[in-house]
């Protein structure tokens, strides 16, 4: 055989062995070609390619891989077992930048099924792979490096450090200032998986100078890029005071709530996350976005929304609302109350119904003005219809009877309680009953209205246990009548007219 016909056969080989890969890997991008391949046994005929001489035959294997696992879990398991990760990772050290892109993407979609298959990642010496490739020159490769790492981070707080341990923050922050939005996108969104576990973690965040960097980039045109920004910040200033406090400082409001108009849906949902974040810890906090609008820009929010959406925003004016009666008739007067009565009517979702029911728990609590303001928009009888359906959830059941009785005990408007006379079950009568027996001895007009409106009748038709709680307050009320007038709505009176009737002997 001439030298010719040799190299002619080395030549078809390694055609054949490109083809093979770049078919392979065209396989995996449809779903619908997964199983047949895993049953092939793909993976085994994959691995020897990875050390193949050619880079393109490398590279297209690299690519095929992290197709297939990405698919599932199986397959990303396959790729452990089958010690694939340790060629994978020394590869990112040593081969060209299209390599390490594909291996990259190889370990990120190995990472993101599982903590135990991120542990997989890690113990084979993947972060510090990782890490060293966002110091890389290329941009495509610190994007592939990053978000390998915020998959790997997402997972728990132990693989999380194991990424702060690897040095990776710094160099994430880095990445946030490149020109290349793509790279910028995946960094913010790295160091929110990174921030989101603990106090301590944030606070690395914090430490590396993120807040600033994140807060330069809230107006930047892209959408995606913001989403992430919002959510990192939401991240780090959920943990403490201190933290909101430095988010805060980075002076992000009032200009944030620009953003609250922004055409994405996801942007408008992580700005209202993030101050939703910020006002659950304290007064001052809410106080400060009060003060900048954030309230009234929520409650527009919540009428230009739909769905779970929504559920920041009405958390953000329940924490508002929560920490004082000033904070709460701030809700109360940028017209919060009639927006929440709208999203517990329309929502389907009974996670969403909860927290609004909440909310209003928490507008409704502090004084007989502001639980009026929740009972004329007709909540009460709402918030009664939710805690006793039987198909309500449990915690549906849970905060509806909490809110009820938290705006009951303040609420002095009877026009509102009245209703609930005649569907409540007693462990709810009893808060109406005794709210009508604060009000009534000090209203004469009130007393009238009770009578003729057939309230007094149904308070007769209670039945309470003699000594009861429930027995004294309706024992006030009687106390606040003429005992005829008791009497006459009391039931089976008629029938004592009647029999007085019959024995009556006309002179």
Not at 59 to 78: C, P, S, V
Not at 152 to 175: E, W
Not at 269 to 291: A, D, F, G, W, Y
Not at 350 to 374: D, L, M, N, S, Y
Request: aromatic share 6%.
């Amino acid at each position: 055989m001439s030298q010719r016909q040799v190299l002619q056969v080395f030549e078809q080989y390694q055609k054949s062995r490109t083809q093979f890969v770049q078919t392979i890997a065209e396989l995996a991008t449809r779903p619908q070609n997964i199983e047949t391949l895993q049953n092939a046994g793909v993976m085994s005929l994959l691995r020897p390619l990875l050390l193949d001489v050619v880079p393109t035959i490398q590279q297209t294997t690299a690519l095929a891989l992290g197709r297939l696992a990405n698919y599932n879990d199986d397959l990303a398991e396959a790729i452990v077992k089958g010690d694939i990760l340790p060629q994978l990772v020394y590869s990112l050290t040593e081969q060209n930048r299209f390599y390490k892109k594909a291996a990259a993407f190889v370990l990120r979609a190995v990472a993101k099924h599982s903590p135990a298959l991120a542990q997989a990642v890690v113990d084979c010496g993947g972060l510090d792979a990782l890490v060293i490739s966002l110091e890389e020159f290329d941009p495509g490769v610190k994007e592939a490096a990053a978000w390998a790492l915020g998959y790997i981070a997402r997972h728990n707080a132990h693989l999380s450090q194991a990424v702060v341990d690897a040095g990776a923050v710094p160099l994430l922050v880095l990445c946030i200032q490149e020109p290349e939005v793509a790279l910028k996108r995946i960094a913010a969104s790295a160091l929110s998986d990174i921030a989101k576990h603990s106090p301590e973690l944030a606070q690395t965040v914090v430490d590396t100078g993120a807040i600033a960097h994140l807060a330069q980039m809230i107006l930047n045109p892209d959408a995606k890029l913001k989403r992430q920004v919002f959510s990192a910040l939401s991240q780090i200033s959920k943990h403490s005071v201190d933290l909101a406090e430095m988010v805060v400082e980075a002076e992000i409001f009032p200009a944030v709530l620009a953003c609250l108009r922004d055409p994405d849906e996801y942007v408008r949902k992580n700005v209202t996350t993030l101050m939703r974040e910020i006002t659950k810890h304290t007064p001052e906090l809410s106080l400060m976005i009060v003060n900048a609008g954030g309230v009234a820009a929520v409650i527009d929010y919540l009428g230009d929304s739909r769905g779970n959406v929504r559920l920041p925003g009405i958390m953000m004016l329940g924490y508002v609302a929560a920490h004082s009666e000033n904070l709460a008739m701030a809700v109360i007067v940028s017209k919060g109350v009639p927006q929440l009565a709208i999203c517990l009517s329309e929502e389907p979702e009974e996670h969403i119904k909860a927290a609004t029911a909440w909310a209003f728990g928490q507008i409704g609590r502090h004084t007989p003005e502001h639980a009026r303001a929740v009972s004329t928009a007709n909540v009460l009888p709402k918030l009664l219809a939710l805690y006793m359906d039987t198909d309500s959830s449990e915690d549906l059941q849970v905060k509806a009877k909490k809110a009820l009785k938290s705006i009951l005990q303040k609420c002095t408007y009877l026009p509102a309680l009245e209703p609930l006379l005649y569907e409540a079950p007693s462990n709810i009568l009893k808060h109406v009953v005794c709210q009508f027996s604060k009000v009534l001895p000090h209203d004469s007009k009130a007393r009238r209205l009770f009578v003729t409106s057939g309230g007094l009748k149904k308070v007769q038709e209670i039945k309470a246990d003699p000594g009861s709680a429930l027995q004294e307050y309706i024992n006030s009320i009687n106390n606040c009548y003429p005992e005829e007038i008791v009497r006459y709505y009391s039931p089976g009176y008629s029938e004592t007219l009647l029999a007085r009737v019959e024995k009556y002997q006309p002179v």
